[in-house]
């Protein structure tokens, strides 16, 4: 059994305060919604748990299975087994897809996995995902679509079975029949290898092939109301507004929250960072 506790989180980026006291447990085994409008801190809240040195964490605490996560460097919480699928993922050129994962795999493990266990396990994977039989050959994301990008952050996930595994607005890009692949591959690891899920995304359509077991609606950088799946169908129906007029919230527009940041990229090369207050 695996936890990631996230308990008042506030995060900024360049003075702004973006995420106003996030409060959430994530556990084995569980799947958790996290829905709101655009631009109210969604991206922010995965990207500062990551370790993103653009996010500052001013205050709050985040711990996996009973360790500070913010004292350590991205590298080392990606080897603790935290796992995040990028809205935007980034081309590598001139890394192979299998050279990346081999290394990637081989920097958690204790001896090096040998090399015909790896190309049974990524040829698993990627038949499973349906995704093109030179996929292991390709430079990672270089050339790709949209929807293969996707797929590729999944790919990773498969690979890494990480215990807990964060995807931001995986589904975008994703045609109907991917749709549904990515969704299988999910639930399939959640029944199978006690992955706990932190998943964002803005499509209802998403959340009735993968049923969450919790459901988190992020308005203005704050958990304003948590349920279960059946908070999705209502959002499906009613749209945010109610839930700004009952909470009393105020739904923060687009244009007005902070500049699109680039990835995480090397970010493993930075130090870590600790609220202001630590």
Not at 161 to 187: F, Y
Not at 216 to 226: A, F, N
Request: glycine share 8%; with cysteine; hydrophobic share 40%.
């Amino acid at each position: 059994m695996s936890q990631l506790k996230i308990e008042n989180l506030h995060v900024e980026i360049e003075g702004k305060e973006i995420l106003r006291g996030v409060s959430l447990e994530i556990n084995s085994n569980e799947i958790h919604a996290i829905m709101g409008p655009n631009g109210n801190g969604k991206s922010t809240l995965l990207s500062a748990i990551m370790g993103h040195p653009k996010y500052e964490i001013t205050q709050g605490t985040v711990t996996f299975d009973g360790e500070d996560l913010l004292s350590k460097g991205v590298d080392e919480r990606a080897r603790a087994g935290l796992f995040l699928g990028m809205q935007y993922p980034q081309e590598v050129s001139g890394v192979t897809n299998s050279d990346f994962l081999k290394a990637a795999l081989n920097s958690r493990r204790d001896t090096p996995i040998p090399l015909f266990s790896f190309i049974r396990l990524m040829e698993k994977a990627i038949g499973e995902l349906q995704m093109k039989s030179d996929m292991a050959h390709r430079y990672v994301n270089d050339g790709f679509s949209g929807g293969e990008k996707k797929r590729n952050e999944i790919l990773q996930m498969m690979l890494l079975q990480p215990k807990i595994a964060m995807l931001d607005e995986i589904d975008s890009g994703l045609d109907v029949d991917a749709l549904k692949i990515v969704a299988n591959v999910i639930n399939d690891m959640v029944a199978k290898s006690d992955v706990g899920m932190m998943i964002v995304s803005h499509y209802e359509r998403f959340f009735h092939l993968i049923i969450p077991t919790h459901t988190h609606i992020l308005i203005d950088g704050r958990i304003v109301m948590s349920s279960d799946a059946s908070l999705v169908n209502r959002i499906d129906t009613e749209g945010y507004d109610w839930i700004a007029k009952e909470t009393g919230v105020n739904i923060v527009k687009e244009d007005t929250v902070r500049p699109v940041v680039g990835s995480i990229g090397a970010c493993a090369a930075n130090e870590p960072r600790g609220p202001k207050n630590a």
